[in-house]
């Protein structure tokens, strides 16, 4: 598996947007990048995810570089409920697509 | 309303005593996932399922066993549990390998064994 690497930590003023960084230097042709969050503990939840252009969604960006090793979620004006524990993964190769791993993931401060 | 359903909540048991953790998923999924959450551990996959009668180890399977004799329903067991076995744990579901479907999770189930 692609493993990824993310800052423990950042801080964000409401308003403002979110720039969440992660490096995937590993990542193969094939794999494409998730982001999810969570909050509190509750379960995971989805955000967006891409193989190589750019996406967005109605509630993130995710801009992919173009070597596809790192990428950074953008969430444009984040609010005190976007507070949380985000995680980047990659999918697997087709030999092993069942397995998945998450890191620590970022945890992101929401302040007023 | 597609979800994901774990059941119990929380449970809290003594060591050895044998417990199962349902899930069960309305959305046709093939896929489906068990995870565990420890501090500064972050998500681990403990098995996994690629279709009905189809199950893998994920990274910390011991100690576990799963089952998947219907395509809605993958079942945690716990034979013998163990202190350590102490955890959030989440399942998960998707369309197809997870290649490109995103991962639908459970509200979690905290286990405490003493």
């Known amino acids: 598996d692609a493993k990824t690497t993310q800052p423990t930590s950042m801080d964000c003023a409401e308003g403002r947007a979110a720039n969440l960084p992660c490096n995937h230097s590993?990542?193969?042709?094939?794999?494409?990048v998730y982001w999810y969050r969570q909050i509190h503990s509750q379960g995971p939840q989805y955000i967006i995810h891409?193989?190589?252009n750019n996406e967005t969604n109605e509630m993130a960006s995710l801009i992919i570089t173009e070597d596809r090793k790192s990428s950074t979620l953008i969430l444009p004006h984040a609010t005190l409920r976007d507070t949380a524990v985000y995680y980047c993964?990659?999918?697997?190769?087709?030999?092993?697509?069942?397995?998945?791993?998450f890191g620590d993931g970022t945890t992101l401060t929401v302040k007023p | 309303e597609a979800q994901v359903t774990q059941n119990p909540r929380y449970l809290i048991t003594v060591t050895g005593k044998k417990l199962t953790v349902t899930c069960s998923q309305n959305?046709?999924?093939?896929?489906m996932s068990w995870y565990r959450q420890d501090p500064g551990l972050g998500l681990r996959q403990i098995y996994y399922s690629m279709n009905v009668e189809v199950t893998d180890k994920g990274d910390v399977p011991e100690g576990y066993k799963v089952s998947r004799k219907e395509k809605r329903n993958f079942p945690l067991i716990l034979e013998s549990p163990s202190p350590n076995q102490t955890s959030l744990y989440f399942c998960?579901?998707?369309?197809?390998?997870?290649?490109?479907?995103?991962?639908?999770f459970g509200n979690g189930t905290r286990l405490t064994v003493t």
């Open positions: 993964i990659v999918r697997v190769s087709n030999t092993n697509a069942g397995k998945s791993t």
């Open positions: 891409g193989l190589k």
């Open positions: 959305m046709n999924h093939e896929y």
């Open positions: 590993t990542i193969s042709g094939n794999e494409y």
């Open positions: 998960a579901s998707s369309f197809g390998g997870i290649f490109n479907s995103p991962l639908h």
